[in-house]
């Protein structure tokens, strides 16, 4: 897996724009449609209104398999209508995944309560060889025209380099698409166990 950063410009986004994102990118790029490990990180910008303000440096950030890059590219020079919203997709530049030794996802999709969830999210991380230690966040709800996702915010930490590598090539739980369980690096997290 990869990630591949395109530049955008445009004003504004829905704040509830991960649905609608996901349908005009894969309206771009067909083949992504049927990927499910694929996604896209979800976009850091403030909200005002009811929109997501686009920073100047605003990125379009597609998590990928790798040997995907080249037809990837395609989606730069294209505009995309996201509810409404324009937004132009600029050049691109692969960013290939980092280790840390704490990773952050914004949404882990699960309905369970938090307990479950962190018992649940450990089990898959172990039968998947990954050792780390879980902080769950808060919950979070994810709207859209398509429906609702829920799940919770989630930092995993005490990661060995190979972990923290697997953990971003597979993510936790469902619903990746639209940026669920997938992680990036985060700050440093030590002496909790003090």
Known sequence: MTDVGFAVSGRTL???YAFALWREVTRALPWLEADETSG???????EHGGDLLLPRRARLVLRIPADCLAR????SGQELDVGGHLLAVGEARE???QSSSTLHAQLVASGAPEEEFLVAMAGDMRKSGIAGKLICGKRHVLPGSAGTITGYSLVVHELEPHDALRLQYRGLGGERHFG?????PYKEIANLDV
């Open 72 to 75: 990837a590219l395609q989606l």
């Open 180 to 184: 669920c369980g997938l992680f990036i």
């Open 40 to 46: 896209i990180l979800p976009l850091r910008a403030p």
């Open 95 to 97: 960013r290939p995944l």
């Open 14 to 16: 829905p704040a509830d």
